[in-house]
């Protein structure tokens, strides 16, 4: 699992996720559950996914 992108957004991470979920990857939010709410959240997918995962990211968010 590789990280590919840390956010303290709760609905960006959401989104993110389902968003990864609707293109059949495998999104895993990681430290969603610490008592420290201001230490960013990750969103990770396996080594395989990680490609797809930023081209998806960067398409749905508007980066070149």
């Given amino acids: 699992m590789i990280a590919i992108l840390e956010t303290e957004d709760p609905v960006r991470l959401s989104y993110l996720k389902m968003i990864l979920e609707a293109a059949d990857l495998h999104p895993f939010i990681f430290d969603a559950d610490t008592a420290y709410r201001q230490l960013p959240v990750r969103l990770m997918v396996p080594d395989s996914e990680v490609e797809q995962a930023l081209?998806?990211?960067?398409?749905v968010e508007g980066a070149p």
Avoid: K, V
Wanted: proline letters at 0%.
């Fill in 55 to 59: 081209r998806l990211i960067a398409e």
